[in-house]
Nanobody
Framework: QVQLVESGGGLVQAGGSLRLSCAASGRTFSSYALGWFRQAPGKEREFVASINWSSGSTLYADSVKGRFTISRDNAENTVYLQMNSLKPEDTAVYYC???????????????WGQGTQVTVSS
């Protein structure tokens, strides 16, 4: 049974930093991409960033480029999202997801985590 378990959310002031973690288990992810989506109240879930498990290649939404960095630890089966220069508009529930080869839209995701709240105060 595949499990994606997020951690690291919380409350931070604007300009601050947080690091989210996603521990993946239940299968081999070598042909998968893992990543992050977020959903703010009243808005649709949107893509944030993803990383190909084998190659390490990354993709980012324009809104987070230069501020967020996605990385992985193959030995620990964990994906990280380092979030710097946080803005109030980054406030959302952040979800970890996994998809075959490429992850850029919610429809491509095969697996989801339960989400972790990130709140950025102004």
């Amino acid at each position: 049974q595949v499990q994606l378990v997020e951690s690291g959310g919380g409350l931070v002031q604007a300009g601050g930093s947080l690091r989210l973690s996603c521990a993946a288990s239940g299968r081999t992810f070598s042909s998968y991409a893992l990543g992050w989506f977020r959903q703010a109240p009243g808005k649709e879930r949107e893509f944030v960033a993803s990383i190909n498990w084998s190659s390490g290649s990354t993709l980012y939404a324009d809104s987070v480029k230069g501020r967020f960095t996605i990385s992985r630890d193959n030995a620990e089966n964990t994906v990280y999202l380092q979030m710097n220069s946080l803005k109030p508009e980054d406030t959302a529930v952040y979800y970890c997801a996994a998809a075959w080869l490429i992850l850029t839209t919610t429809r491509r995701a095969d697996y989801w985590g339960q989400g972790t709240q990130v709140t950025v105060s102004s």
